[in-house]
């Protein structure tokens, strides 16, 4: 059974379900220091949009089926704050995330951190979409 | 690293921090990070725990030493203006070190949260806050082997899982 039929399943009738999702695009490297932001370009994230494009139609089918509907959706970015380049690699690598960066980024920021220290700051653009369980059965929709 | 307590008490009590920052608080010898622009969800948080005898640290931006996600807060301001968690019976999917949960947990009356990576659930349950521990569960299984006994949540969160 797929998760949203069952997460459909386990919410009261008029239940809400919160979806935090990336969205499909490059996040951004920045380097924070003495109260000056350095923008040092995107991470190439193209291959993790076509899962989260997927991801995205998938919730659209269930609104389109009627088992939810769609009642607000927010738009930020999450920053993920890093000591060094060293701790941002390896925080990524132990999450299974790719870190696929241009060597000329990755040295910018190995440059100014060593110059003045700082931190690294990754920009994730990230949608919030809240929506309303509806009563329709989901049983037979996507095992 | 400049540092200073806000005031607890009398006029300057409760103000958002004058420059941009976030607000650390220690409370049952964890650190906590809040809010930078300490919207009213923090302050609220801030003055409860505040009476309870923790003390709030405000950190300039820019001074975070180890690794920190949504340290200024934008994040929790987010979901919180979207949900109201007050007394609501969560099921939290994607949990994974408890990292969302401490953001609202404290509202909910209930949390089951679930993600299929036992050492990130050790970790969640380990690091659990003291006040929360009676009420949030986490459970290392995928979704679809979550009992029916368990359903009737008010609100289910997909956390960066879908």
């Known amino acids: ?143 | 690293m400049p540092q200073w307590v806000l005031p607890l008490r009398g006029r300057s009590a409760g103000r958002e921090p004058s420059s941009r920052g976030s607000v650390t608080f220690t409370y049952a010898g964890r650190d906590e990070q809040a809010f930078a622009f300490a919207p009213r969800v923090a302050l609220r948080r801030l003055l409860r725990r505040s009476r309870r005898g923790c003390r709030a640290v405000p950190w300039l931006n820019g001074g975070a030493m180890d690794f920190s996600v949504d340290r200024d807060g934008v994040e929790t301001a987010m979901i919180h203006d979207l949900v109201d968690f007050s007394g609501m019976r969560v099921l939290e999917v994607g949990c994974g070190d408890g990292r969302l949960t401490w953001r609202y947990g404290s509202e909910a009356s209930e949390v089951v949260a679930l993600d299929v990576n036992r050492k990130k659930i050790k970790a969640a349950v380990e690091a659990c806050p003291m006040e929360l521990r009676a009420k949030v569960t986490f459970q290392a299984m995928d979704i679809n082997s979550l009992g029916t006994g368990e359903d009737g949540f008010d609100i289910a969160i997909l956390s960066y899982s879908l």
Do not use: C
């Open chain 1, 1 to 143: 059974m797929h998760a949203l039929n069952r997460i459909h399943k386990s919410l009261k009738p008029d239940g809400l379900l919160l979806d935090l999702q990336p969205q499909p695009k490059n996040s951004r490297v920045e380097i924070w220091q003495d109260g000056r932001i350095h923008r040092l370009g995107e991470i190439d994230q193209r291959e993790d949009h076509l899962e989260i494009e997927a991801a995205m139609e998938h919730l659209l089918s269930f609104e389109q089926v009627g088992l939810f509907a769609a009642e607000r959706q927010a738009f930020f970015e999450l920053l993920e704050h890093h000591p060094s380049v060293e701790s941002w690699q390896e925080k990524w690598a132990e999450e299974g995330y790719r870190l696929i960066a241009e060597p000329e980024l990755l040295d910018s920021a190995h440059q100014l951190l060593r110059a003045a220290g700082g931190e690294l700051v990754i920009r994730e653009p990230v949608r919030a979409a809240l929506l309303r369980r509806l009563d329709g059965d989901g049983s037979n929709y996507l095992t």
